[in-house]
């Protein structure tokens, strides 16, 4: 059972990314964007990925409840200019020069 744990966010109250992340952009993100990254995280998890090993890129706009990741690892989902695209192997969102 998980209980409280937030294992990619590391959240209560603040934010600790895993090491190599863009620690400063977590800690200026919501709750609820928080949350969606440890969900996404162990969405992934529970089917035997690992997604700080693996390239994806979550749609951190969405709402829990839809699709909010890439389909398969290295795949690139659509984007838009209102979403929020975060990179797991890289730890940060990917920013408009690199789109």
């Not at 709750?31 to 690992?50: E, K, S």
């Amino acid at each position: 059972k998980l209980g409280q744990q937030r294992p990619f966010t590391h959240w209560d109250g603040g934010c600790q990314l895993p090491d190599y992340a863009w620690n400063d952009w977590g800690k200026a993100q919501t709750d609820r964007v928080l949350d969606l990254m440890d969900i996404d995280y162990l969405r992934l998890a529970r089917d035997g990925v690992d997604a700080m090993h693996k390239t994806l890129v979550w749609n951190l706009s969405q709402n829990v409840d839809r699709t909010t990741g890439s389909v398969a690892p290295g795949i690139c989902p659509c984007l838009t200019p209102s979403m929020v695209p975060f990179v797991t192997n890289r730890g940060g969102p990917l920013v408009g020069i690199e789109a």
